[in-house]
């Protein structure tokens, strides 16, 4: 059986002398593994359409429940080699990639998280090289369902401004108190950090192109989202998806 898709590179790891194994998201398989012949060789018709974070129509052939597929046909949609080439923006990529391969499993299909991707890639390669990967973030888990709770908090609704990762959300300083958790585990967030995830999480995603926020924000927030992602996996990230 051959099915045809689009996909976007997201890890690739040598198989064999001149084979590779490619791990794509896909549009409509989700994260899928793909055996790839001879890629490494020179003259290679896949030429250099295997590179991380290329956006290809490719063709499998195999079983549609197959754990390995044969890669037959890859085509260009855009490269993104202006990213590839930026060490920092290559960073927040493999960051990226590897939120991605953490929470959503191979096999399940997200048509939602590839088009937030291809959304994300188009931003960084326009110029907008930090918004991306943290539009990428926010939304990506929000349509996970591992959303941290950030705009009041949690147990009350008030206002609050510290963020408890063993909560996952914003917790007001009377409700620390009454659950036992300690003000200095929190993590600071302030006003603009809490306004800008709203608007990161709410907004037409076409529109969170235009957001430009201050550094210190963005750092802010990262820092929190980041925190929030490790105690939800329990380890931390090799490579955290946003450098501000």
């Given at each position: 059986m051959l099915t045809r898709t689009e996909g976007i590179v997201l890890r690739t790891f040598p198989?064999?002398?001149?084979?590779?194994?490619?791990?794509?998201?896909?549009?409509?398989?989700?994260?899928?593994?793909?055996f790839a012949k001879s890629p490494r060789k020179v003259g290679s018709r896949f030429g250099g359409s295997l590179e991380p974070f290329t956006h290809a129509t490719i063709s499998l052939l195999g079983r549609e429940d197959a754990p390995l597929p044969r890669l037959t046909q890859s085509d260009i949609i855009r490269s993104y080699q202006e990213l590839r080439e930026d060490y920092r923006t290559l960073l927040g990529l493999s960051g990226m990639a590897e939120l991605t391969l953490n929470f959503l499993h191979e096999g399940a299909r997200s048509p939602g998280a590839f088009q937030l991707l291809v959304h994300?890639?188009?931003?960084?390669?326009?110029?907008?090289?930090?918004?991306?990967?943290?539009?990428y973030q926010v939304r990506f888990l929000r349509l996970m369902g591992y959303a941290p709770r950030l705009t009041a908090c949690a147990r009350c609704g008030g206002r609050g401004r510290l963020f408890h990762r063993s909560q996952g959300a914003v917790v007001c300083g009377g409700c620390a108190r009454s659950m036992g958790l300690r003000e200095e585990e929190g993590l600071d967030l302030s006003e603009g950090s809490r306004r800008l995830y709203h608007t990161l999480g709410t907004w037409e995603l076409e529109k969170t192109a235009r957001v430009n926020a201050p550094g210190g924000l963005v750092s802010e927030l990262a820092l929190v989202l980041n925190s929030h992602v490790e105690h939800t996996l329990a380890r931390r990230l090799r490579t955290a998806p946003v450098f501000p």
């Open positions: 198989y064999g002398e001149a084979d590779l194994l490619v791990t794509y998201l896909t549009r409509d398989l989700g994260v899928k593994k793909a994300a890639l188009g931003m960084m390669a326009s110029g907008s090289g930090t918004m991306g990967p943290l539009v």
